[in-house]
């Protein structure tokens, strides 16, 4: 019985580690393709139609990118009615790319805008009138795997660009349960990310969504999967549990924090104490300060040695202290329910303390805890009628893992290789190894 159930698992193996070998050398080829494609020039004609495609530039406004071209003003009233409910066209904003089309005698056949990273307001001609319409960017969903590791910290690890920015903060998200991403990492950990790539037109634009990451800290490893089911979706580990928990990992959230300090000086925790029954973070007054896990407020005041300090009672008992506060939230008060997460007040260095910092503790029962103890109850684990599809979900990320070739942060050339999504879709429609009637 147990060889008949075997031997199709490691055929999906193997046709898995096929399919990810072929699409590596079909991404290998992509840039070559690529480089017989003609280049777009700022006015191209085609027949009849010309085209200008272009970035709005600092201080440039429709009009004067109309009078620049000698394209008529009475369209450009045309097209600005036609637009007013869907994007107005005063809101054009620097950066942002558009592409005019218009015939020899400079009529208007179609207006393109980018108006986000996702949205295309696109004006075309009618008959003799204009329509308005938005349309959601067309990418091309690819997956990459990208690997890295800490040497200062994790958004430098990630890399310099905006969008590997974004793609760190969405890493300290997802494991904030269980790494402090600002005092826990150590040089020499490690990670590997499975992640969606957006591309148009062959060019790498964005992350979607991580669907994989696997992060060594401190000799550690911890594996989140992306899942969705019911209309929801969230992380687990290889077993199905949700990676949430009662309490987060730290009261200072590496996301809040990041998005506080510019990037050129990311030392945003000097260091970090256990001198006594709490946890001391040295930080700049005014680092936020974000409630551990949901509760009820129940003291926001001046307490001695605390200075500013607020106490959260949870669930099972537990109670939570952030003291020497510069300031509270605006709105908190005593009574007040938070939910994990919540912004509660800033970093100071009221009461008995000898610089800025916050004072963290964890009590049970009024008796002070270790944080790191406390049996941190988990979220919802993935329903029993989902297992076997979340089974073959892991199953292709970790053939992923196993077989593919992962690109490290510093290689900029690392975006022009990825894996085709069908690794994913196939692995969903893997035959089932029970098959029910009906
Ligand atoms: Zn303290």
Avoid at 238 to 262: C, D, E, T, V
Avoid at 304 to 315: D, E, K, P, V
Avoid at 316 to 345: A, E, P, W
Wanted: hydrophobic share 35%; net charge positive; glycine share 8%.
């Amino acid at each position: 019985m147990n060889r008949a159930v075997k031997a199709p698992k490691g055929k999906i193996i193997l046709g898995l580690a096929l399919i990810i070998v072929l699409s590596m050398f079909f991404s290998l080829y992509q840039p070559l393709i690529n480089l017989f494609k003609d280049k777009t020039s700022p006015v191209s004609e085609t027949l009849a139609l010309k085209s200008i495609n272009n970035t709005i530039e600092k201080g440039e406004t429709l009009s004067t990118i109309f009078t620049k071209y000698g394209l008529r003003m009475e369209e450009l009233f045309a097209m600005k009615s036609a637009a007013a409910s869907i994007h107005p066209l005063r809101q054009l904003h620097p950066g942002k790319s558009y592409s005019i089309v218009f015939d020899e005698q400079n009529c208007i056949n179609s207006f393109t805008y980018g108006i986000d990273d996702d949205t295309i307001l696109k004006i075309e001609r009618v008959d003799d009138c204009f329509q308005a319409h938005k349309y959601n960017i067309p990418y091309e969903t690819r997956i990459l795997t990208i690997n890295g590791s800490i040497n200062d910290n994790l958004i430098a690890a990630v890399g310099t660009e905006k969008e590997d920015y974004l793609l760190a903060l969405q890493v300290a998200d997802i494991l904030a349960w269980d790494i402090d991403f600002t005092t826990d990492l150590r040089t020499g950990d490690s990670f590997r990310i499975i992640a969606e790539g957006l591309y148009l037109d062959g060019e790498f634009k964005k992350y979607g969504k991580i669907l994989s990451v696997e992060f060594i800290n401190n000799n550690q490893p911890y594996t989140a999967y992306f899942f969705e089911h019911d209309g929801k979706f969230d992380y687990y580990d290889a077993a199905g549990n949700s990676l949430r928990k009662a309490f987060l990992k730290a009261p200072l959230s590496f996301r809040r924090i990041s998005s506080y300090f510019s990037k050129k000086r990311f030392h945003p925790v000097l260091k970090i104490y256990r001198p006594h029954h709490g946890i001391d973070y040295a930080a700049a007054t005014g680092t936020p300060v974000s409630a551990v896990g949901d509760g009820k407020i129940t003291f926001a005041g001046r307490k001695g040695a605390y200075g500013n300090l607020i106490i959260i009672t949870h669930n099972n008992g537990y109670k939570t202290y952030y003291g020497h506060l510069s300031r509270f939230r605006k709105g908190i008060r005593q009574g007040i329910r938070v939910k994990q997460g919540d912004l509660i007040g800033y970093v100071g260095a009221t009461g008995l303390a000898t610089g800025p910092h916050l004072h963290y503790e964890m009590r049970r029962s009024d008796t002070p805890i270790n944080p790191s103890s406390v049996k941190n109850i988990a979220g919802k684990p993935i329903p029993s009628s989902q297992k076997a599809e979340f089974k073959r979900m892991t199953l292709a990320l970790n053939t992923i893992f196993t077989a593919a070739v992962f690109f490290d942060t510093k290689d900029t050339e690392r975006k022009k290789y990825s894996l085709h999504p069908s690794l994913i879709a196939e692995a969903n429609s893997l035959p089932q190894t029970k098959k029910q009637g009906g």
